[in-house]
């Protein structure tokens, strides 16, 4: 049943199209009509009614022609239309019991609303259809915003009768949560370690936002959301993670504000820190004085460190923006540059480093191609290397065998 509902686009395009044809054909019907009825017609129109005189199935064509171009209008249209209703309906599958009986009640009071001014507007009257129909989407539009923005302030409706108190209110520094390090999935791994102490906490917007990226209609945005409520429903089932209940703490007037904005503003209600990956927001909650940690940040403090000298096998496998230059990756994703490393592409070779820089999106390694003379004093020397053929360890050992034996690695 539930598919049939779901494949209602057909048969919504076809009704549309029906519809379309149907309104050309009460077109052409009343073109001919009025031709047949008024003897006399202005002058811009009596070419119209020489064609008419001269040519008996002028009107007919018309007509056809007509009942043609509605068709094709409703079909295009009729594609949109489904479209926009399926995801309407996708949206309203996936909302909480709450939402849904806010939204009934805004759409409600909206109709009530529209039906006073138009009874107003009719007594006076003003032109009736357009006005109305206009009249009706716009206070029905607003009673469902309002309606919604209001849902978290009547108990009854949320399901929550518990109010929330100084005491309830969470320690400091607790950890807020954004969509997109929910999104990432690393926070769940993070969280288990012990890491983060204390409570985490995603607020209400957040969880809003991210049900609105699972009922997206392109699929990669629609999988990385049902991914984040995943990760979200598996940390709160392991963790000591809080959903939506000091949302209360942030102001009314912040409601309508971006997502960002309002992660900011709580954070300084609650006195708590934002957990992110996101490099805008970062940068913004700095300098509001508000305290981050950042996944990525983290990430690239925990990726191993290479002095230059040492020693470690890596896959070439493309080529570099330089000439002569190849391009091998770490485990990590931390990027290798290999110089004279365009003529091995797919092979594994033995490298040593000569320089690291850091980067705001983390370490890029720099590296040669392990000659003879690297190799004197290494016989017994293992250099580690991952079965995919990507670079996994470095060899440290080679640093003390060269001190005792005096030799200098360039």
């Not at 494949?7 to 009509?33: C, E, H, T």
């Not at 990226?213 to 995943?230: E, H, M, T």
Request: some cysteine; charged content about 20%; proline content about 3%.
């Amino acid at each position: 049943m539930l598919n049939r509902i779901r494949g209602f686009k057909p048969w919504f395009n076809i009704i549309v199209a029906l519809v379309g044809g149907g309104l050309g054909l009460y077109l052409g019907v009343a073109i001919r009509s009025y031709f047949v009825t008024h003897r006399s017609t202005p002058a811009a129109l009596d070419s119209f009614r020489t064609i008419y005189g001269s040519h008996p199935f002028y009107m007919s064509a018309l007509i056809g022609g007509l009942t043609a171009i509605g068709i094709l209008v409703g079909m295009i249209v009729g594609q949109h239309l489904s479209q926009r209703l399926e995801e309407a309906g996708n949206a309203l599958e996936g909302m909480s019991a709450a939402d849904k009986i806010a939204v009934f009640i805004g759409a409600v009071i909206g109709v009530l609303i529209s039906l006073v001014f138009i009874i107003i507007l009719s007594r006076a009257g003003m032109p009736g259809l357009l006005v109305s129909i206009l009249l009706s989407i716009a206070f029905i539009y607003l009673s469902v915003r309002a309606s919604m923005g209001m849902r978290n302030d009547f108990p009854w409706l949320t399901g929550n009768k518990e109010v929330v108190t100084e005491e309830q209110r969470p320690t400091t520094n607790c950890k807020i949560l954004d969509t997109n390090v929910i999104i990432d999935g690393r926070i769940a791994d993070v969280c288990r370690s012990g890491f983060l102490e204390g409570t985490i906490y995603v607020p209400g917007f957040v969880l809003e936002e991210l049900q609105h990226i699972a009922d997206s209609a392109d699929s990669l945005k629609r999988a990385r959301g049902r991914r984040g409520l995943d990760i979200l429903k598996t940390m709160q089932n392991e963790l000591s993670l809080v959903v939506r209940v000091w949302d209360k703490s942030l102001e009314k007037s912040s409601h309508y504000e971006e997502v960002d904005s309002k992660l900011v503003k709580l954070a300084k209600a609650l006195e708590g820190v934002i957990v992110t990956n996101d490099y805008n927001l970062n940068k913004v909650a700095i300098l509001q004085n508000v305290q981050v940690l950042n996944v990525n940040e983290l990430a690239n403090a925990l990726k191993p460190m290479f002095l230059p000298g040492e020693a470690m096998r890596v896959m070439v496998v493309k080529e570099g923006k330089d000439a002569d230059q190849g391009v091998a990756y770490l485990d990590d994703g931390t990027m290798i540059v290999v110089e004279d490393g365009r003529q091995f592409l797919g092979q594994t070779m033995p490298v040593v480093v000569t320089s690291v820089l850091q980067t705001a999106a983390g370490k890029m390694i720099f590296a040669r191609i392990r000659g003879e003379e690297d190799m004197l004093d290494d016989n017994r020397e293992q250099i580690p290397q991952h079965s995919g053929g990507y670079a996994t360890g470095s060899s440290r050992r080679g640093d003390s065998s060269r001190g005792r034996t005096g030799k200098k690695v360039q």
